[in-house]
């Protein structure tokens, strides 16, 4: 999972009231094992056998080990077993804090190594160059992702462009807010009305003023001025590029934008994730909260009390946090197996259940584009949430994943945040971070 979102699940203890399915990057912390099928058949063989099965394409049997931090895909092996009975589906399930080193250890011993790994955004570009992913290119992969949301498809490539792992999901963000609120605050709690109200950090900011003016300073229009981080984090260009470390000009833009939020009383100053920020995403104290789609268990639903009670408008730019990716282990004797459940979980199928039973929404533009005006969500009433999503992530920009960017990511937040709190000039918050990126990684030229 993405670093920020370790930080949701580490701390959400103290902000959660009810808890649910984190859905699209949720981890579990057992470490268990989840049969589905017989699970003496086929051995760790996988065969194709002639003759069709309950879905009409050709018979499959023999079984699978997948490793994953992520609970759903218990389901995921459940639906792919129940169109394959002859095909066992082993899920063996860690703790997210422990997953990316044993998965590690594994992979560089040989040994026990499952046919299909989870890789979690944060840490993808570790692994996506490595020897150990099958070129799922060379299967026919780029057919599977053609109808995907850019940037979906466009982390699961290699630096030479092969695809090597696949997501079933996208985790798009969005403005979330209490209609009640924005009507008092906004005049309006209509989202597309909203969206364009927030469209630009300008506006935002004249917006923030106001929110705070005519509430007496007690109402602010978001919750911190580090919600830029995640919104724009993915709009820039790549943190290293031949070896040098590159920032792009446009974080002087963001930063300057966040400290004009942060001087003009427009956030809560409440730390992301702190008990705070989760108490007036449901109080209503603050008025938007950039929120991921999965997120809904932050919201305190007891009785079915916030059914209807929200909306989502678009922030500024796309802005997406999280995603699970599955790869093939290069050395799996169950290639053709393990690529057939790629392909499941790639399709339309298992993401419209997807969709429908968790509202995780998906990888693929096709399930989006069926569901744009008929999916609703208990929260958001009759609004079709889909189209502020869809519309924000699909003009994202598709950049592949390098080992450097969510570790430099980080050092750069860490950096601005300090400089924000202590309203540091942009000059001074870049020579605390390229020190820190020259310390952490010597190897990457820094002027």
Not at 76 to 93: I, L, R
Not at 298 to 304: G, L, S, Y
């Amino acid at each position: 999972m993405k670093t920020t979102t370790k930080k949701w699940l580490t701390t959400a203890t103290s902000v959660v009231l009810a808890a649910g399915l984190l859905a699209g990057c949720g981890t579990s912390n057992n470490n268990n094992t989840t049969n589905t099928g017989d699970t003496n058949a086929g051995g760790n063989n996988a065969t194709t056998n002639t003759g069709t099965n309950n879905g009409g394409t050709q018979a499959l049997s023999g079984k699978l080990v997948i490793w994953t931090f992520f609970d759903q895909v218990k389901d995921m092996a459940e639906q792919f077993h129940a169109k394959n009975p002859g095909v066992t589906v082993d899920v063996k399930m860690f703790p997210g804090d422990q997953y990316q080193t044993k998965l590690l250890t594994a992979l560089q011993s040989g040994k026990d190594v499952p046919d299909i790994f989870d890789l979690e955004r944060g840490y993808i570009g570790k692994f996506i160059d490595s020897q150990f992913l099958t070129d799922l290119s060379a299967k026919g992969g780029d057919d599977l992702v053609k109808d995907y949301i850019p940037y979906v498809q466009a982390l699961g490539r290699s630096t030479d462009g092969k695809l090597k792992a696949i997501s079933d999901h996208s985790s798009p963000g969005g403005f979330w807010y209490q209609k009640d609120i924005a009507k008092k605050y906004l005049g309006t709690d209509d989202p597309d009305k909203i969206s364009d109200m927030v469209s630009s950090w300008d506006k935002i900011i004249e917006l923030g003023k106001k929110v705070a003016a005519d509430s007496g300073g007690k109402e602010h229009l978001i919750q911190n001025a580090g919600d830029l981080f995640d919104i724009e984090a993915y709009n820039t260009q790549p943190w290293v590029k031949d070896g040098k470390l590159t920032i792009d000009p446009k974080w002087q833009t963001v930063y300057e934008n966040q400290l004009k939020i942060r001087a003009n009383n427009v956030d809560a100053k409440l730390p992301f994730m702190s008990a705070g920020w989760g108490n007036a995403l449901n109080d209503g104290s603050v008025v938007l909260t950039s929120m991921p789609a999965w997120a809904g268990f932050m919201i305190d639903n007891k009785d079915n009390k916030a059914n209807g009670k929200f909306g989502v408008a678009k922030t500024p730019e796309g802005f997406y946090v999280g995603g699970t990716y599955r790869g093939i282990y290069s050395k799996s004797p169950n290639q053709d197996l393990a690529y057939e459940f790629i392909k499941y979980i790639a399709g339309t199928e298992w993401q419209q259940h997807n969709l429908e039973k968790t509202g995780n929404m998906p990888g693929n533009g096709a399930v989006y584009e069926a569901n744009l005006d008929t999916y609703k969500s208990p929260f958001f009433g009759e609004q079709n949430i889909l189209k502020p999503y869809y519309e924000s992530v699909k003009a994202m920009p598709a950049i592949q994943p390098d080992k450097y960017g969510e570790d430099i990511l980080s050092k750069w937040r860490k950096a601005a945040g300090d400089g924000i709190a202590n309203n540091s000039s942009y000059d001074d918050v870049v020579a605390a971070f390229k020190k820190e990126v020259k310390n952490t990684f010597p190897e990457v030229s820094v002027d």
